[in-house]
């Protein structure tokens, strides 16, 4: 799907057919004016697409119509979906659940980036949510990146970093009191029954804006030439500039809500502070291409084939 990118041009008052109000100065627009479904004209679904590239995340309330069905059709006006995950069968078509009964992924990272084929963008809908907590965080790598001192920004720009599906973030981040229940373990097992290795530059340049945004997240296990404690230290220095608080949005999930968010642009984080109350969100991806870092290199495969998983945008 070929799509001009206007966004730049756009102003949140210019929109004809929707409307945009931010959420917060430098991430996050509300989306109104729009019920999702597959019969969205082609002038909705150009502004829509336009947001999301203006505001790297925008949320749509009240889509309590929507089900598995119309979440498709809807993510297929926007993009090429992809199977649920390379790893984890889902629904066996396009919808993988966010179960907290299947874990909590309170760490930030960007979606599948142990993948040379990063997805491009993910519809989330939310399907139970619990009383109280359960919000998700996103960050802006590109403004990340922006903000950087310029020798960091050259040091990024001269790394790569080894990102692999077998990295277990729970090793690295408090467990649940209790422990790991068996749905847990299974899933778990699931998410690691195929192994995916892809070194990626740091820096990609974004296909559609032409902007540079960091590639990073809790799937990078090393930077290559790198020792893994050195890598850990610049991991942890870079993620730092990533999650400032200015350089993020919270947002507080109501029934009926739908989230987009520009995969390729953006880490996110689901809040783990609900209990163990159930949390189901039901999440759609689209194909991405593979990144080109801001010197022309490309990411490279070391281990496993994602072409099962999506076509390359």
Not at 84 to 91: E, F, L, S
Not at 134 to 147: C, D
Not at 286 to 298: E, R, S
Request: charge should be negative; hydrophobic fraction near 40%; proline fraction near 5%.
């Amino acid at each position: 799907m070929s799509v001009a990118v206007t966004a730049e041009r756009r102003t949140d008052a210019t929109y004809a057919h929707i409307d945009v109000q931010k959420v917060g100065a430098n991430l996050g627009a509300v989306i109104s004016g729009v019920q999702i479904g597959g019969e969205l004209s082609s002038e909705v679904v150009g502004e829509v697409r336009d947001a999301l590239l203006a505001h790297r995340v925008v949320f749509l309330r009240e889509q309590s119509h929507a089900d598995a069905a119309t979440q498709r059709a809807f993510a297929e006006l926007l993009g090429t979906v992809t199977k649920p995950h390379p790893t984890v069968a889902g629904d066996g078509q396009a919808v993988l659940p966010i179960d907290s009964e299947h874990g909590r992924a309170n760490s930030w990272h960007t979606d599948v980036t142990f993948i040379d084929r990063i997805p491009a963008i993910s519809v989330l809908r939310a399907v139970t949510l619990p009383p109280y907590g359960g919000n998700t965080i996103w960050a802006n790598t590109v403004r990340a990146y922006q903000l950087l001192p310029a020798p960091l920004q050259t040091l990024a720009r001269s790394l790569r970093g080894v990102h692999s599906n077998l990295y277990d973030y729970a090793d690295n981040h408090q467990r649940r009191v209790g422990g790991v229940d068996v749905k847990e373990e299974e899933y778990r097992a699931e998410f690691r029954s195929r192994e995916f290795e892809t070194e990626h530059p740091v820096v990609r340049r974004h296909p559609e804006t032409g902007e540079p945004a960091l590639v990073l997240g809790h799937f990078v296990r090393e930077f290559a030439g790198l020792s893994p404690s050195d890598s850990q230290t610049l991991l942890a220095l870079f993620q730092r500039h990533v999650t400032r608080p200015e350089n993020t949005v919270r947002w507080s999930w109501r029934p009926g809500d739908i989230a987009i968010w520009d995969n390729r642009a953006t880490q996110h984080y689901a809040v783990d502070d609900y209990d163990d109350l159930p949390r189901l969100l039901h999440r759609i991806t689209l194909a991405g291409d593979v990144p080109v870092g801001l010197d022309g290199d490309t990411s490279v495969t070391r281990k496993g084939d994602a072409s099962d998983f999506s076509p390359i945008a």
